[in-house]
Each structure stands twice: as structure tokens, then as C-alpha cells.
């Protein structure tokens, strides 16, 4: 085992440079393939390194993988149901595997990944609070390379990775707020305006217009927005 890890201040930075790209592009993908890029440069006799999240179908997917053989050791695991990466999620703890020959948790992902040249692995999982997003895992083509310093340095990795992805959750949800105040905004726009045609075509009140568009809506059988749009339609020759 190599102990010829970056110092903290090295990693601190490539961290910010990491949340700089979410923040100026909300490149959340190449950001995470920056963390598993830097992981695969820091971590002894690495071969390559990745992150496994689930996709909208709540399938596994490999999200950022450095190099072909983590994306086929990856793809095996999905396929068989078992192996390091999907048992660290699983069980949200560090999962070793150090050495390919003598593994015997999960035989048949353990036969199928001999043939690719990997010989060792360290998986860890992905979490943002009580949730558990992901695994991120390097793998190795010699055995025994890794042990606790190296534990702990995946787990600083897999959590910068969590803060990514937690920070675009957010940002989404906050979009989709926003987008909802957006549409509710206009429909109450839109259903001034449809008062306002009352008001004017009838010389009634603002209640009395009120009253008429609820009217329109329970007879016609839809919502007050969709009246209130319907009528302005009729009126305006531009659409809502």
C-alpha cells in the first residue's frame, strides 16, 4: 500500500474547483467526472474510478466512470445483482475487496470481472443526509493497495460528490417552486383580465364579475383559470 496521498490543501482545492463548475454551468456531470478523474490520479496503482447513482427509473447507472474497465466492472455488478460498489450502497459503509483471487462475497461478479484485469477495489457509498444517492468505487490492477488512509480519502471524495448532487437537487426543486409560482402568477393574471372584460362588458362590480366567471366555470365544467383563459381567447385576438 502507497502512502503517497495530496495533502488536505490539494484536495480542498479540487473541490472548490469542483463546486465552481456546478455553480457557474450547473455541470454536474463534468463535475463528477472531475472528482472520479482526480481519484483515479491520487489513488495507488488506480486504474480507474467512478460513481454509481440511480437514474428516474431507479435502475443503477454508472454516472461518471475515468476509463472503459470501470464502466464493464460496473455493468457486471448491475447485471448479476452483487459486488463491491452495490454492497457499500447497500449497506451505506466502505466496502475492500483486496484481492480478486481470494474474494468469495460475490462469486459470481468475482468470475466474471477476473477476466478484465482488475485485481482490487474500494467502494464507498454516496450520502446526503439520511439518503443514500450513490456508491463511488476505484479499482485496481494489483492486490492489497488500499487499506484505512485510503478509505477515508474515498470517503472525502464520495462526500464532495454528495454535496454536488444534494446542491442540484436543490437548485432543481427550486426551479420547480419557481415554476409553479410562475404558473400560478399568471393564472390569477389571467383571470383579472378575464374580470377586468366582464367589468367592462357588463358594467358589473368587481364581485358581481367574480361571481359570473364562477359561474361560466362550474357551467362549462372546468377550473376558474381555464373559464377565465377561455374568455379572453374570445375576446383578444393573441393567446394566453
Same mark, same amino acid.
Given at each position: 500500500?502507497?502512502?503517497?496521498?495530496?495533502?488536505?490543501?490539494?484536495?480542498?482545492? +479540487?473541490? +472548490?474547483?469542483?463546486?465552481?463548475?456546478?455553480?457557474?454551468?450547473?455541470?454536474?456531470?463534468? =463535475?463528477? !467526472?472531475?472528482?472520479?478523474?482526480?481519484? %483515479?490520479?491520487?489513488?495507488?496503482?488506480?486504474?480507474?474510478?467512478?460513481?454509481?447513482?440511480?437514474? @428516474?427509473?431507479? %435502475?443503477? +447507472?454508472?454516472?461518471?466512470?475515468?476509463?472503459?474497465?470501470?464502466?464493464?466492472?460496473?455493468?457486471?455488478?448491475?447485471?448479476?445483482?452483487?459486488?463491491?460498489? !452495490?454492497?457499500?450502497?447497500?449497506?451505506?459503509?466502505?466496502?475492500?475487496?483486496?484481492?480478486?483471487? @481470494?474474494?468469495?462475497?460475490?462469486?459470481?461478479?468475482? &468470475?466474471?470481472?477476473?477476466?478484465?484485469?482488475?485485481?482490487?477495489?474500494?467502494?464507498?457509498?454516496?450520502?446526503?443526509?439520511?439518503?443514500?444517492?450513490?456508491?463511488?468505487?476505484?479499482?485496481?490492477?494489483?492486490?492489497?493497495?488500499?487499506?484505512?488512509?485510503?478509505?477515508?480519502?474515498?470517503?472525502?471524495?464520495?462526500?464532495?460528490?454528495?454535496? !454536488?448532487?444534494?446542491?442540484?437537487?436543490?437548485?432543481?426543486?427550486?426551479?420547480?417552486?419557481?415554476?409553479?409560482?410562475? #404558473?400560478?402568477?399568471? &393564472?390569477?393574471?389571467?383571470?383579472?383580465?378575464?374580470?377586468?372584460?366582464?367589468?367592462?362588458?357588463?358594467? =358589473?362590480?368587481?364581485?358581481?364579475?367574480?361571481?359570473?366567471?364562477?359561474?361560466?366555470?362550474?357551467? @362549462?365544467?372546468?377550473?376558474?383559470?381555464?373559464?377565465?383563459? #377561455?374568455?379572453?381567447?374570445?375576446?383578444?385576438? %393573441?393567446?394566453?
Amino acid at each position: 500500500m502507497t502512502s503517497d496521498l495530496p495533502p488536505g490543501d490539494e484536495l480542498a482545492g +479540487v473541490f +472548490v474547483r469542483a463546486s465552481g463548475l456546478l455553480l457557474s454551468a450547473e455541470a454536474v456531470n463534468t =463535475a463528477l !467526472l472531475l472528482i472520479t478523474s482526480t481519484a %483515479r490520479e491520487v489513488f495507488p496503482d488506480a486504474v480507474g474510478a467512478g460513481i454509481t447513482l440511480a437514474d @428516474r427509473d431507479g %435502475r443503477r +447507472v454508472t454516472a461518471a466512470a475515468t476509463d472503459d474497465v470501470v464502466a464493464r466492472a460496473d455493468a457486471l455488478q448491475y447485471d448479476l445483482g452483487e459486488g463491491p460498489c !452495490l454492497t457499500a450502497w447497500k449497506q451505506r459503509a466502505v466496502v475492500r475487496m483486496d484481492d480478486v483471487d @481470494r474474494e468469495d462475497r460475490w462469486p459470481r461478479w468475482v &468470475g466474471a470481472v477476473r477476466g478484465t484485469g482488475l485485481c482490487s477495489a474500494l467502494s464507498t457509498p454516496v450520502v446526503a443526509g439520511a439518503e443514500t444517492l450513490g456508491a463511488m468505487k476505484v479499482y485496481a490492477a494489483e492486490p492489497g493497495v488500499y487499506g484505512e488512509r485510503e478509505e477515508r480519502l474515498l470517503e472525502n471524495f464520495a462526500t464532495q460528490a454528495a454535496v !454536488l448532487l444534494a446542491n442540484t437537487r436543490t437548485a432543481e426543486d427550486a426551479r420547480h417552486v419557481s415554476d409553479r409560482l410562475k #404558473d400560478a402568477l399568471q &393564472g390569477r393574471e389571467v383571470i383579472a383580465l378575464a374580470k377586468g372584460i366582464i367589468i367592462a362588458r357588463d358594467g =358589473a362590480d368587481e364581485r358581481a364579475a367574480f361571481l359570473t366567471l364562477t359561474d361560466l366555470a362550474q357551467h @362549462r365544467g372546468t377550473s376558474l383559470r381555464e373559464a377565465a383563459e #377561455d374568455l379572453v381567447r374570445s375576446t383578444v385576438d %393573441r393567446p394566453i
